[in-house]
């Protein structure tokens, strides 16, 4: 009898510790839930310099027949009429016109000329997307563009996505800070959409079941 009774102790003891560690072990596998508020995720640069493949429009007052549409080749270069090819990457759109004002009256070929340059669209500006989504690779950026709108552009997450942990690597001033996010915490309504700026590379990773 008493050799029954110790076994039975024995195999509940089994079983409580087994309960135990499983418990744990879905702890620490779920982890603490990440606040996005809290991760320090430096502020979004906007930037509107001219960059490669970059499509803008340029008006000189006066000469209708000239094109109006240009794109930046992928030394950062353009042609352009009357003063030919010059570097437009690195310039923002109003110093690119003021460039091309300058040769022109530097070249005595027109005397005092009123140039437009305007934006069509940034194709350097990228952001990328790896991991677990559906489309991974980079895609054109957009002034305002969100978290929840990278993933959607990328196809949405795989089955296997780790919603909850994501990482968002970004370029800053001193260098490159690489932060955790959740898209849970947003697509729950505990936090707003984080906006993303040029540059930005996110990794979703798999779940461990």
Same mark, same amino acid.
């Given at each position: 009898?008493?050799?029954?009774?110790?076994?039975?102790?024995?195999?509940?003891? &089994? *079983?409580?510790?087994?309960?135990?560690?499983?418990? &744990?072990?879905?702890? #620490? @596998?779920?982890? $603490?839930?990440v606040d996005n508020s809290?991760?320090?995720? $430096?502020?979004p640069i906007e930037s =509107?310099?001219?960059? $490669?493949?970059?499509?803008?429009?340029?008006?000189?007052?006066?000469?209708?027949?000239?094109?109006?549409?240009?794109?930046?080749?992928?030394?950062?270069?353009? +042609?352009?009429?009357?003063?030919?090819? #010059?570097?437009? *990457? @690195?310039?923002?759109?109003?110093?690119? *016109?003021?460039?091309?004002?300058? /040769?022109?009256?530097?070249?005595? #070929?027109?005397?005092?000329?009123?140039?437009?340059? %305007? #934006?069509?669209?940034?194709?350097?500006? /990228?952001? %990328?997307?790896?991991?677990?989504?559906?489309?991974?690779?980079?895609? $054109?950026?957009?002034?305002?563009?969100?978290?929840?709108?990278?993933?959607?552009? =990328?196809?949405?997450? %795989? =089955?296997?996505?780790? %919603? +909850?942990?994501?990482?968002?690597?970004?370029?800053? /001033?001193? @260098? =490159?800070?690489?932060?955790?996010?959740?898209?849970?915490?947003?697509? +729950?309504?505990?936090?707003?959409?984080?906006?993303?700026? *040029?540059?930005?590379?996110?990794?979703?990773?798999?779940?461990?079941?």
């Amino acid at each position: 009898m008493r050799e029954g009774l110790d076994r039975n102790f024995g195999v509940r003891v &089994v *079983a409580i510790r087994f309960v135990w560690l499983l418990l &744990v072990g879905v702890f #620490i @596998g779920c982890g $603490p839930r990440v606040d996005n508020s809290r991760v320090g995720l $430096p502020l979004p640069i906007e930037s =509107s310099t001219i960059g $490669p493949d970059d499509v803008f429009r340029m008006q000189i007052v006066g000469e209708k027949d000239l094109p109006e549409e240009y794109q930046v080749s992928s030394d950062g270069t353009v +042609d352009l009429p009357y003063i030919h090819r #010059i570097q437009a *990457a @690195g310039l923002e759109a109003p110093e690119l *016109a003021q460039l091309v004002r300058d /040769k022109l009256v530097a070249d005595q #070929i027109l005397k005092d000329p009123s140039v437009i340059v %305007t #934006i069509k669209e940034y194709r350097s500006k /990228k952001i %990328t997307v790896l991991g677990q989504v559906q489309k991974p690779g980079s895609f $054109p950026f957009a002034s305002g563009m969100t978290l929840l709108q990278a993933v959607s552009v =990328s196809g949405g997450f %795989t =089955s296997i996505a780790k %919603t +909850d942990r994501l990482n968002l690597t970004r370029k800053t /001033k001193t @260098g =490159s800070k690489t932060v955790v996010l959740s898209v849970d915490s947003i697509t +729950d309504g505990r936090s707003p959409d984080i906006l993303l700026q *040029a540059g930005d590379v996110l990794y979703v990773g798999e779940r461990v079941f």
